[in-house]
């Protein structure tokens, strides 16, 4: 079962309909005190690349993740989300099994957008099929290998009156004309890769300068920049997407056979969202897809290291007034 928990949504809110002082009623519409409820779809994951080196491919490393079904609602700075991978969604296809807790949370307030990455993997598998062994119907499976990432990413709106993430990300409000925003922040990551053998298996082992490493720790930080934008197509259909480039000072550690090696360097870190959908009055139905990709830069090889992180969702929202008797159960949530 995967269970999260947010606060989408910091600013204090007057009693509605009035209009909010902090958004431009000509491209915002907020939905302060209704009720959002939600059913969706989702899948998360953490998946490691090994960089190949010239003309050899990349070794992709990816976590067996289900896919979930669930239902959540938002109330004002609450958001709830409770959604479990159900066996008819998730058949066995001989990817081995993955372990995990997959903890990322995304708050998007007026002004502000932060992402918190807690993230623990065990079990992975080779991309595509065929790779590092003989028979090319199956997949070579790695349980030994784990993942630890943990990272937060702070970034600033600077558009925040006329563009809105809580529109296309939370369905709290809807945005009615394009806009869009410069964002300025940074980042920290701290994270492990982990097994009890090499990385490279056998078969590969002398086509990658990575092939004595069974361990890498990093830690690294940053300042960073990007873009949001969405565009609005017949008031009710949009297209919603932003980017962030970091260049992170980091910190690498690896552990190999014959000891460990370090390496201090700079790398390009970026996250990305993009959101299709149509919002109403009434109701949202969206196709969400949030991720990053952390750099890190082996010690003694050169090689990079690509941790890429996804949360795909599919959702469709409704907006409501609480009842007489859901109402004064909310009540704890309003503005004093």
Same mark, same amino acid.
């Given at each position: 079962m995967m269970l999260q928990i947010g606060t989408p949504a910091a600013s204090q809110f007057p009693v509605y309909p009035d209009p909010d002082p902090e958004v431009d009623s000509h491209y915002i519409k907020t939905y302060a005190p209704e009720l959002i409820t939600r059913f969706?779809?989702?899948?998360?994951?953490? /998946?490691?690349?090994?960089?190949?080196?010239?003309?050899?491919?990349?070794l992709r490393?990816?976590?067996?993740?289900? =896919? !979930?079904?669930?239902?959540?609602?938002?109330?004002?700075s609450l958001t709830l989300n409770l959604a479990y991978g159900f066996p008819f969604l998730n058949r066995d296809k001989g990817r081995g099994d993955t372990r995990y807790l997959d903890l990322q949370s995304h708050i998007y307030?007026?002004? *502000?957008?932060?992402?918190?990455?807690?993230q623990l993997y065990k079990g992975y598998f080779l991309l595509p099929r065929g790779t /590092? =062994?003989?028979? !090319?119907?199956?997949?070579?499976?790695?349980?030994?290998?784990?993942?630890?990432?943990?990272?937060?990413?702070? @970034?600033?709106?600077?558009?925040? $009156?006329?563009? &809105?993430?809580?529109? /296309?990300? +939370?369905?709290?409000? *809807?945005?009615?004309? &394009? /806009?869009?925003?410069w964002l300025l922040g940074g980042?920290? @990551?701290?994270?492990?890769? &982990?097994?009890?053998?090499n990385f490279v298996p056998g078969l590969l082992a002398m086509n990658y300068p990575q092939k004595e490493v069974r361990r890498v720790r990093f830690i690294e930080a940053g300042p960073g920049a990007g873009y949001a934008y969405t565009l609005v197509m017949a008031k009710n259909w949009f297209l919603t997407g932003s980017a962030t480039l970091n260049l992170d000072v980091g910190l690498t550690r690896e552990f190999r056979n014959g000891g460990t090696s370090d390496k201090f360097?700079?790398?390009?870190?970026? =996250? @990305?969202?993009? +959101?299709?959908?149509? !919002?109403?009055?009434? *109701?949202?139905? &969206?196709l969400t897809?949030?991720? !990053?990709?952390?750099?890190? $830069?082996?010690?003694?090889?050169?090689?990079?290291y690509l941790f890429n992180t996804g949360n795909y969702r599919v959702t469709l929202a409704r907006r409501f007034l609480p009842g007489p008797r859901l109402k004064p159960k909310l009540k704890w949530l309003d503005p004093k």
């Open positions: 969706y779809f989702s899948q998360k994951y953490t /998946a490691i690349v090994l960089e190949g080196k010239e003309d050899v491919p990349d490393y990816r976590p067996n993740t289900t =896919i !979930n079904m669930g239902v959540g609602f938002t109330y004002r307030t007026r002004n *502000w957008t932060m992402d918190f990455f807690g /590092a =062994i003989p028979d !090319n119907d199956k997949y070579y499976v790695r349980p030994d290998i784990g993942v630890s990432l943990f990272g937060l990413a702070v @970034y600033q709106l600077q558009n925040g $009156r006329k563009f &809105s993430y809580r529109a /296309a990300m +939370v369905q709290s409000e *809807w945005q009615q004309k &394009s /806009a869009g925003t980042e920290i @990551y701290a994270g492990s890769f &982990s097994a009890d053998s360097s700079v790398s390009p870190n970026f =996250i @990305y969202r993009g +959101v299709a959908g149509y !919002n109403s009055d009434r *109701w949202v139905a &969206s897809m949030v991720g !990053n990709r952390v750099t890190v $830069r082996g010690a003694s090889s050169n090689q990079r």
